[in-house]
């Protein structure tokens, strides 16, 4: 059996070939979804990739959230179906409710693209089961709205059911609450965080890690029962 990945381009997509990339390093046949497509092809999993979907008009996500494509991406991550979000990726997936909180704008007000140093805090997600909890990694960073932010009692929430994916080390690049760089919903297959692991799957460019090859095999795993 060949995992057949989806990715969605919507307008203001800079990472989607990229995520393509490391889905077929991974091992899986990259899909590429359009954004005005309802249809997902019979994808085994989605990834929402990096980017200025429709140029951050109103707020990153706001839009893309609307896309066609994301009415059936909603009703299926609901029905078990994984997905993952990165950057943009998950931005929409707050603006869809598929992840609790929000996403603001970076708390000094500039755009930050650095390695940023994380530690895995949940390794049991469909697409971190390839990491181990506690373990340090580093994965590049490129945002200007990356600021996690969520009331009280989600952040109490998150915390208690372990729903914390990863948290920014040394640094806390944008004022992301609690340290927060990505989180999970209660299943455990939707996954959103602001880092770039299609940009750390190759030794020679990039960050020159591996680190966020990971997600990828992780998720292959998990659909061909490796």
């Known amino acids: 059996m060949t995992a057949r990945i989806g990715v969605v381009t919507f307008p203001g997509s800079l990472d989607d070939r990229d995520t393509q990339r490391a ?13 005005k497509d309802k249809d997902l092809h019979q994808v085994d999993a989605v990834v929402l990739p990096g980017g200025f979907s429709y140029g951050d008009y109103l707020r990153a996500g706001a ?3 609307f ?36 996403m603001l704008g970076n708390d000094h007000l500039h755009f930050i693209c650095r390695d940023q140093k994380l530690r895995v805090e949940n390794a ?4 971190t089961a390839d990491y181990r909890a506690g373990q340090e990694i580093h994965i590049p960073l490129k945002n200007m709205d990356g600021r996690y932010v969520a009331d009280e009692y989600t952040l109490d929430e998150l915390e208690a059911e372990g729903r914390v994916v990863f948290r920014y080390l040394d640094l ?17 297959n939707v996954v959103g965080l602001m880092p770039h692991p299609e940009h750390a799957v190759e030794p020679l460019i990039g960050s020159g890690r591996t680190d966020g090859l990971p997600f990828f095999t992780s998720i292959l795993k998990k659909l061909v029962g490796a």
Do not use: Y
């Open 63 to 65: 839009i893309s959230r």
């Open 172 to 188: 806390n690049p944008n004022g992301s609450l609690r340290d927060i760089a990505g989180i999970t919903n209660a299943a455990g």
């Open 124 to 127: 049991d997600t469909a697409w």
């Open 67 to 102: 896309s066609p494509v994301m009415g059936t991406v909603i009703e299926q991550a609901k029905a078990g179906l994984p997905v993952l979000g990165i950057c943009n990726g998950f931005q929409v997936l707050t603006e869809a409710h598929l992840l609790p909180g929000a």
């Open 23 to 35: 889905i077929r390093l991974a091992g899986a046949e990259p899909v590429a979804l359009w954004h």
